[in-house]
């Protein structure tokens, strides 16, 4: 069984990771949505829970699941028998980043492979943080979240539960 780890902070979920989500779950037999906490992001709009609350709500592919993790990604590769990682690469300077977290995978776990997939040309310009700027200052999220979830980012933007 092929099983692929694709790892974020989700902090929230957009159209462009749902996006990757589906078409990583079409190559593998499993796909594990790996929550992971950020350390160079300290202003998180949710929880690691919530954040895999909502994307539990906005996936529902049987092949699909939600874990979360707090600690090296190739340790979590290597625990759990798990030698590919799929990447979603928006820019070229994503693939700058992220290709040097592949080599460091690749040399902490030497079974591990990255698969880079790119976003979708409706999505090459998303991202979680876009998505929160844009919700605090008042503008219209529509197009850049799944549906399941914008109540609940407004609703933080706006400071309440």
Partial sequence: MK??????????????HKDIITRS???????????MS????????????ERMELIERCISLENVQVESYNGLLADYAKNNG?????KGL???SDFDY???????????FNELETVFLTASSENM??????????????GDISAFVPKEIKKDIYLRCKGEK
């Fill in 125 to 138: 310009f998303l991202s979680s943080s876009t998505v929160k700027e844009v919700c605090r200052l008042g």
């Fill in 3 to 16: 099983v692929a780890i694709y790892p974020g902070s989700f902090d929230p979920i957009t159209l462009g």
């Fill in 82 to 86: 798990i030698k590919f990682i799929v």
């Fill in 38 to 49: 950020n350390s160079q992001k300290h202003n998180s709009l949710f929880s690691v829970n």
């Fill in 98 to 108: 992220e290709f040097q977290q592949a080599l460091t995978n690749k040399c902490l």
């Fill in 90 to 92: 928006r820019a070229v």
């Fill in 25 to 35: 779950a079409e190559l593998f037999d499993k796909v594990i949505v790996l929550v």
